[in-house]
């Protein structure tokens, strides 16, 4: 099982719709979590972490953290065509040592 | 500059060639780490350094040997790669080791490609 999971994709969404992704993990002891932006060619982008159960709010982007669930996701509102990118989820893993580990990355694709 | 800088931004090398990346921070922070990004693959963490020590190797071939002489530059030195050592390598920075909130920064990194 990977320690860090999410769905390839990818996520089409029209804009203005709210795009959700969702990540899962392995080790119920893990605290801390963060959601990276990628576009094509890129460097990873910080937007997002969370580490207490509940949801996160920062602009357009909403953050919801299920520790007894192990799930964390990300809501982007008002979708524009400029949030097309691959959003990875990083979890600090209890089980890795609590290194950052990667999931795969899901890629979105805004439609105007 | 500001951030995190990588040189150079693309690489092309011969497989007897010796090389080397370079990283530099400007945010202050203690922890550098080096990360490699394949096609398809996800982000897999190479090397950690948390106050010039090195914390992590995560199982990486000799041929990539890692060097940290303070906490703003971080290297990367290549020798006699193999094609499939052709990626992404990126570097990110932190304040305090590991994952700790807020998370770590990348640079840009460096498209290698080995022939």
Known sequence: QKEVEQNSGPLSVPEGAIASLNCTYSDRGSQSFFWYRQYSGKSPELIMFIYSNGDKEDGRFTAQLNKASQYVSLLIRDSQPSDSATYLCAGSIKAAGNKLTFGGGTRVLVKP | ?115
């Open chain 2, 1 to 115: 500059e500001t951030g995190v800088t990588q040189t150079p931004r693309h690489l092309v090398m011969g497989m007897t060639n010796k090389k080397s990346l370079k990283c530099e921070q400007h945010l202050g922070h203690n922890a550098m780490y080096w990360y490699k990004q394949s096609a398809k693959k996800p982000l897999e963490l190479m090397f950690v350094y948390n106050f010039k020590e090195q914390t992590e190797n995560n199982s990486v071939p000799s041929r990539f040997s890692p060097e940290c002489p303070n906490s703003s530059h971080l290297f990367l030195h290549l020798h006699t790669l193999q094609p499939e050592d052709s990626a992404l390598y990126l570097c990110a920075s932190s304040q305090g080791g590991l994952a700790g909130a807020p998370g770590q920064f990348f640079g840009p990194g460096t498209r290698l490609t080995v022939l």
